[in-house]
């Protein structure tokens, strides 16, 4: 099983930032694409952003575009999701998972979450 720890979430106001990280958990990161998805209540869960496990191949989603920044520290075993100018539609619980590149499609198991609640 691929687990993860994510965490980093909180309450921003709306041009805010905020730094997600995501921690491998019993294997090693740096084996591995990763991806960032989001699940906003009531809503699917949805890819926003995912990063090769070399870290050169990077694919964002159009509202992330501009906006958040995917990065990953194989040397530590995490991932980043930088989130600059956030806005109330940002609010979601977000999770990371180990994926396929190609595709982003999520292999690995969800972990928690950490929610960000972007308000003023």
């Known amino acids: 099983q691929l687990h993860v720890v994510e965490s980093g979430g909180g309450l921003v106001q709306p041009g805010g930032s905020l730094t997600l990280s995501c921690a491998a958990s019993?294997?090693?990161?740096?084996?591995?694409?990763i991806g960032w998805f989001r699940q906003a209540p009531g809503k699917e869960r949805e890819r926003v952003s995912c990063?090769?496990?070399?870290?050169?191949?990077?694919h964002y989603v159009a509202s992330a575009k501009g906006r958040f920044t995917i990065s990953r520290d194989n040397a530590k075993n995490t991932v980043y999701l930088q989130m600059n100018s956030l806005k109330p539609e940002d609010t979601a619980v977000y999770y990371c998972?180990?994926?396929?590149?190609?595709?982003?499609?999520?292999?690995?198991?969800w972990g928690q979450g950490t929610p960000v609640t972007v308000s003023s």
């Open positions: 019993g294997f090693t990161l740096d084996a591995y694409a």
């Open positions: 998972s180990a994926v396929i590149y190609e595709t982003c499609f999520p292999i690995g198991s």
């Open positions: 990063i090769s496990h070399t870290g050169e191949s990077i």
